[in-house]
């Protein structure tokens, strides 16, 4: 069985059920079915060879859903291409995979200029000057029957490279294992069902891609917003019933802070899941007072993408498990390991390890960092944490980001949620710079909430108050707006850099 498979089953039991709710209008499952296999018939036609890789560069929308479904159906391998990237970044990738085939909205038709591979565009537009379009492919092949997969588990279902705010972006291999086992931990944890009505509002290039097909393997629905940003996100809950979503912190901070905004604009929702950066303790008390008894959250990394650890919405009820990241998932195992590669017992920090059908092959054409990551079948995260006696992850930081000043160990998610308790702080990250005298300094930078004003000193002296004077940062750099990938991560190289030109 493959990932697919979950697709190919639930339009067959559910032919009638809308598949993806779009602003165009709906798909139920049987049409979406049929143009799913046309559109892979397609991409054979165009490349027979196994395991190819297909480039898909758009916007989300359903014509995205129904090509990343063909380029999974025909057994060739998804590169996703972030709209919202740099040409130069979408270069660099397309050059280290070499797509033989590239789909793409036209509107980003300037990212991929001078890249090789057969194109494909979406939408009703003209096709581009070398391919067809998504449409005519679909109608040159109609009524094909869907492919026949005979590959291994470990064979490669997507390349996604790692987010890069710490580092050279790498590309990771994620086999048709890890998906399945996504597949099955995200039903299992989050109790979809053919009901389900999903916001489609991160990047499909991203996490928002790890949802995909367990909603559709349930019969629920992914629905596609009309518009960006946080106002589009409530009106696609408060109008079209919208039950789950998954986003960054920074958005249901934002989704808090609307005009008016309330409870009663998102009647349906049972399940809002945060990911890609840490929510404070006092950040998740305001959540859950504000939507209720919905917050889940999970951890992961591209290289065991998404689900490693999880936190049900009734985990959050105990608050002592506030700071935590969850509990281990099905077909992983996770552990914390000292330098030597002793596994530590709960309650002492180290190393997160994970090993399991989660972890990815390897790296793209690095198996040189791939033998550095994964040792004796552990995955060495980067990540430092410890877990309890219950079982439950509570991260530290990355490795690298720890701040060693005068002998002692700073972990920065600390004072990050020390200083994240004042009320005049939206946001901030946490970090350390070069001193002669200390090794190194903790620093901070902050945004604050709109309208919001606070001095250097006054949060100086309120996380030493809480922390002491250790933890505490010998300055704080305000930003506007902290800088930010593309999918809303904090960059804290771009931080630090920042605070490093900045005179003392």
């Known amino acids: 069985m493959y990932p ?3 697709f190919w089953r639930a339009a067959q039991r559910w032919p009638d059920r809308t598949a993806i709710d779009a602003p165009e209008g709906p798909t139920r499952y049987d049409a979406l079915a049929t143009r799913v296999a046309a559109l892979a018939a397609g991409l054979l036609a165009l490349d027979p060879s196994p395991q190819s890789r297909v480039g898909l560069c758009a916007a989300n929308s359903a014509d995205h859903i129904a090509a990343l479904l063909a380029v999974l159906a025909c057994g060739k391998v998804w590169v996703p291409l972030n709209p919202k990237s740099t040409r130069p970044e979408i270069r660099r990738i397309i050059d280290a995979t070499e797509p033989s085939i590239l789909i793409l909205d036209p509107a980003h038709a300037e990212l991929l200029d001078g890249a090789p591979g057969i194109r494909l565009s979406t939408g009703d537009g003209d096709a581009p000057a070398d391919g067809t379009t998504l449409r005519a492919l679909e109608q040159a092949h109609a009524g094909a029957a869907p492919p026949r997969l005979t590959l291994p588990g470990d064979a490669t279902q997507a390349i996604k490279f790692t987010g890069g705010t710490t580092g050279l972006p790498k590309g990771v291999m994620q086999p048709y294992r890890a998906w399945m086992a996504n597949i099955a931990n995200q039903i299992q944890a989050w109790g979809f069902d053919e009901h389900e009505r999903y916001v489609v509002a991160a990047p499909i290039t991203h996490g928002t891609s790890t ?13 596609i917003m009309a518009g960006a940003g946080a106002e589009a996100v409530r009106a696609t809950f408060r109008e079209r019933g919208g039950t789950a979503c998954f986003m960054p912190p920074t958005l249901v901070y934002m989704l808090m802070a609307l005009p008016g905004a309330s409870r009663a604009d998102f009647p349906q929702l049972r399940r809002l899941i945060y990911g890609g950066a840490p929510m404070p303790p006092g950040k998740i008390r305001q959540v859950r007072e504000f939507f209720g008894p919905v917050l889940g959250t999970t951890y992961g990394q591209t290289e065991a993408p998404q689900i490693l650890t999880v936190m049900r919405p009734e985990d959050f ?3 002592r498990h506030w700071a935590a990241v969850g509990r281990a998932t099905w077909f992983s195992d996770v552990a914390i390991m000292a330098p030597d590669g002793r596994l ?3 309650g002492e920090v180290g190393e997160v390890v994970a090993r399991g059908d989660l972890v990815m092959s390897g790296y793209w054409r690095l198996p040189d960092k791939t033998a550095e990551t994964v040792i004796d079948g552990w995955l060495h995260t980067g990540d430092r944490g410890l877990i309890d006696a219950q079982g439950y992850l509570f991260l530290k930081d990355r490795l690298k980001d720890m701040v060693i000043t005068g002998g002692f160990n700073v972990y920065p998610v600390d004072v990050e949620n020390a200083l994240g308790q004042h009320p005049a702080v939206h946001e901030c990250t946490v970090f350390g710079l070069p001193d002669d005298k200390w090794g190194e300094t903790v620093q901070a930078a902050v945004q604050l909430r709109p309208g919001a004003q606070a001095r250097e000193a006054e949060l100086i002296a309120f996380v030493r108050e809480r922390l002491g004077p250790v933890q505490t940062p010998k300055r704080i750099h305000f930003h506007a707006s902290l800088p930010r ?3 809303g991560k904090v960059l804290k190289n771009a931080v630090r850099e920042l605070a490093l030109a900045t005179p003392a």
């Open 485 to 487: 990938s593309p999918v």
């Open 4 to 6: 697919i498979d979950f």
């Open 317 to 319: 009820d105990d608050e």
């Open 211 to 223: 949802y995909l097909l367990p909603i559709l393997a349930q019969g629920g629905c992914h629905v």
């Open 344 to 346: 530590l017992p709960p």
